[in-house]
DNA sequence: ACCATGTGCTTCAAATTTGAACCACACTGC
DNA sequence: GCAGTGTGGTTCAAATTTGAAGCACATGGT
């Protein structure tokens, strides 16, 4: 098979940027929320979307799928945020294997309490360094790229 | 301290598809290395830039700051890296303190074996799905939001 | 009903990451 | 010279992540 396409310049800035970027804003958001409210990103993005589902309660399969993580990672967390009493399980009517994860007034409490915070962190450091036109390219483009990648 | 401000819907969109290009890609490019190379990401990236260095050779902690990791967790993977053969510790004439991880030879080869199948990747999910104009705009977004976070 | 296969979640051990010590040395100013 | 402070790397234990099994049950076809 023949020969290697290598990255042009544009390319490997823009490759090398969005390791960079993503990295760096990760650590940010990390020790920002650990700082203030205890809690690493999985776990805010658990309580999110915990928080803007039907009856504060999800599958944990499809929390998984939302939060990125694998399954036996998300029980982790959930058995840690379960202990800290942000999240309970609830077993499913439906289907005897399957669990829900539920966010409980503590959890819900915590994720306001977090929020304002972790929304000043990706403002300060991805929105409010971009232009308005700068996000909506960037938001098609990276749209296009999870779809290249097959999320959804 | 007022108010929240949060995000429109564009921004909201934007963010979310930065976390999830980022895991996706992360993923795919982790399989496909492993498979391809037995390599992680972040052996890789060592690997990158030991190659591309003065004598093939870099201080521990420029290292460690070039591929976004911490000090200790770049010990951690030099150390496995060793024990593969693929680089190997110096110490530091100037400074006794001082360690170089130096690229061996099997290194390079590895790296060469491992750069088109990786490479591929970047294409397929990232750079190969935007056009030009986007490439452009995305590279000086990305290094904004670089900057935001001090990556110098 | 029954078997074969698939799903949903958990468990387990191994690999990795994290952050706080820690050690040995470099450097600065006195 | 030498105390005081800073740096470069490593070490350590604890937390997390990973992927492969495992378990218990669901489902479809016969």
Redesign the interface.
């Known amino acids: 098979m023949g020969d290697?396409?290598?990255?042009n310049d544009?390319?490997m800035?823009?490759?090398q940027?969005?390791?960079?970027?993503?990295?760096?804003?990760d650590r940010?958001i990390e020790e920002q929320l650990k700082a203030e409210s205890g809690l690493s990103h999985v776990q805010y993005e658990v309580l999110v979307r915990l928080s803007a589902a039907e009856g504060g309660e999800l599958r944990m399969s499809e929390l998984a799928a939302d939060v990125?993580t694998t399954k036996s990672g998300l029980t982790y967390q959930i058995t840690q945020m379960e202990k800290a009493g942000l999240v309970r399980r609830r077993s499913c009517a439906a289907d005897v294997r399957g669990v829900y994860a539920v966010l409980t007034d503590k959890g819900r409490a915590r994720l306001e309490g977090a929020?304002?915070g972790h929304?000043?962190v990706?403002?300060?450091?991805?929105?409010d360094?971009?232009s308005?036109?700068?996000?909506?390219?960037?938001?098609?483009?990276?749209?296009?790229?999870?779809?290249?990648?097959?999320?959804e």
């Open positions: 290697t396409k290598w990255l544009d390319e800035v823009l490759w940027a969005f390791l960079t970027a993503g990295a760096l804003l940010r990125l929020a304002p929304l000043r990706v403002r300060a450091h991805l929105i360094v971009l308005d036109s700068q996000v909506r390219v960037m938001r098609e483009g990276l749209q296009e790229v999870v779809r290249a990648l097959g999320g």
